[in-house]
């Protein structure tokens, strides 16, 4: 099993900034595509940003400019730098990784983590 823990969420005003953290369990070992997720109210959830083990990016076109993915493979934790935030930024956030490989060699797919609220008010 594969503990993903978010945190960095908050109440801000359109404009400001917040950070997003995920912590993947200590037994990880590796991890292949590390991706954030949102989930607006009334909406489905979709892929915000996303990053490869070889650093590759990729992002949603309505977060482009403003968003930034980064990771630590040592620490195997990823990042959400949000810049510029607007009220339709206003979701709860999730952090996805696709495959893990634990220190014992076991593959883990599909790991989510509980969810941080971020809420841009106008």
């Known amino acids: 099993q594969v503990q993903l823990v978010e945190s960095g969420g908050g109440l801000v005003q359109a404009g400001e900034s917040l950070r997003l953290s995920c912590a993947a369990s200590?037994?990880?070992?590796?991890?292949?595509?590390m991706a954030w997720y949102r989930q607006a109210p009334g909406k489905e959830r979709e892929m915000v940003a996303e990053i490869t083990s070889g650093g590759n990016t990729n992002y949603a076109d309505s977060v482009k400019g403003r968003f930034a993915i980064s990771r630590d493979n040592v620490k195997n934790t990823v990042y959400l730098q949000m810049n510029s935030l607007k009220p339709e930024d206003t979701a709860v956030y999730y952090c996805?990784?696709?495959?893990?490989?634990?220190?014992?060699?076991?593959?883990?797919?599909?790991?989510w983590g509980q969810g941080t609220q971020v809420t841009v008010s106008s």
């Open positions: 996805n990784a696709d495959k893990v490989i634990l220190s014992n060699a076991h593959t883990v797919l599909n790991s």
């Open positions: 200590g037994s990880s070992f590796s991890i292949n595509t």
